[in-house]
Nanobody, 122 residues
Framework: QVQLVESGGGLVQAGGSLVLSCAAS???????MGWFRQAPGKEREFVAG????????AYADAVKGRFTISRNNAKMTVYLQMNSLKPEDTAVYYC????????????????WGQGTQVTVSS
């Protein structure tokens, strides 16, 4: 069992940057971690994933080259650095943990956080 708490969301102008954090608590942080997002009226979609040791990452095409996922296992925290933000990045961003080797698509995962709102103004 793991509990996930996201932070770092907010309002930013187009072209700006934000860093999201996801703090995990529980007996272990030995999970593949990922970020998903859900915009109003749309399904939740995969954004980025990182393997247990951070050696592998995956990104949705829409965020490649702009977003970077990373993790600090000693702090049991995963991050999402978001640069060059666009209005279409506006969504609730969710942290996820899974027993898989790598989260790399929109599919069910084992654990979800409650989400943090990111709003990008034009």
């Amino acid at each position: 069992q793991v509990q996930l708490v996201e932070s770092g969301g907010g309002l930013v102008q187009a072209g700006g940057s934000l860093v999201l954090s996801c703090a995990a608590s529980g007996r272990t942080f030995s999970y593949a971690m990922g970020w998903f997002r859900q915009a109003p009226g749309k399904e939740r979609e995969f954004v980025a994933g990182i393997s247990r040791n951070g050696g592998m990452t995956a990104y949705a095409d829409a965020v490649k080259g702009r977003f970077t996922i990373s993790r600090n296992n000693a702090k049991m925290t995963v991050y999402l650095q978001m640069n060059s933000l666009k209005p279409e990045d506006t969504a609730v961003y969710y942290c996820a943990a899974d027993q898989a080797m790598l989260i790399m698509s929109s599919r069910p995962v084992d654990y979800w956080g409650q989400g943090t709102q990111v709003t990008v103004s034009s």
